[in-house]
């Protein structure tokens, strides 16, 4: 099972940028070139949610919330999935999680493999 470790996340004002990264290891790039990449977040009180996704063939697809301000792209030679914040505001606080999952599994919230989550706080 792939292994996954976020970091980037931390303390900023509204109007403020963070870029997160995921690396995986514990498989080979191959299984990582496979799989559909994400990214999610769950804020105190709330379910997780969707926030982006990439697949193998670069399509992307952003939550309404977050689109024109995140981007999620994807680097094959470093195993490693990343997410530009930009634009942050208050309502993004939370923590974020890196998802892995091969291409025939359907996207969940119990699906595929969780890294352990990277905390972002967006002040007023």
């Known amino acids: 099972q792939v292994q996954l470790v976020e970091s980037g996340g931390g303390l900023v004002q509204a109007g403020g940028s963070l870029r997160l990264s995921c690396a995986a290891s514990?498989?080979?790039?191959?299984?990582?070139?496979?799989?559909?990449m994400g990214w999610y977040r769950q804020a105190p009180g709330k379910q997780r949610e969707l926030v982006a996704t990439?697949?193998?063939?670069?399509?992307?697809n952003y939550a309404d919330s977050v689109k024109g301000r995140f981007t999620i792209s994807g680097d094959n030679a470093k195993s490693t999935v990343y997410l530009q914040m930009n634009s942050l505001k208050p309502e993004d606080t939370a923590v974020y999680y890196c998802?892995?999952?091969?291409?025939?599994?359907?996207?969940?919230?119990?699906?595929?493999?969780w890294g352990q989550g990277t905390q972002v706080t967006v002040s007023s």
């Open positions: 990439i697949t193998s063939g670069g399509t992307t």
């Open positions: 998802n892995s999952r091969p291409p025939w599994v359907a996207a969940g919230i119990d699906r595929g493999s």
């Open positions: 514990g498989t080979s790039g191959i299984i990582f070139r496979r799989n559909t």
